[in-house]
């Protein structure tokens, strides 16, 4: 199982950015998938999930309304679209399986950082 997130970076408040998460290994397309952020001194959140074929998301309330998560199947990869980003949005960015925490694999990507600054 590999995750490989990217797409973070620094943005000011307000501004927007697209994080992606390329995975392999499992049977991408029959499992919801989420994003999940960690931020210095905090505990992981869950941040957004999709189920298998798209129907359902569901998010945070610290991000609904702002991000968006979508997914290609055939890529085998989730999106998070990022809007009205605030400095409380700063954290690293992983995506797993499952809309849950612990998620359903033990393995994590490297993460991408986002950070929203001025």
């Known amino acids: 199982v590999q995750f490989v997130e990217s797409g973070g970076g620094l943005v000011q408040p307000g501004g927007s950015l697209r994080l992606s998460c390329a995975a392999s290994g499992f049977p991408f397309s029959s499992l919801t998938m989420s994003w999940s952020r960690r931020a210095p001194g905090k505990e992981r959140e869950l941040v957004a999930g999709i189920t298998s074929t798209g129907d359902n998301r569901n998010y945070a309330d610290s991000v609904k309304g702002r991000f968006t998560i979508s997914r290609d199947n055939a890529k085998n990869t989730v999106y998070l679209q990022m809007n009205s980003l605030k400095p409380e949005d700063t954290a690293v960015y992983y995506c797993?399986?499952?809309?849950?925490?612990?998620?359903?694999?033990?393995?994590w990507g490297q993460g991408t950082q986002v950070t929203v600054s001025s």
């Open positions: 797993n399986a499952g809309w849950r925490l612990p998620p359903i694999f033990d393995s």
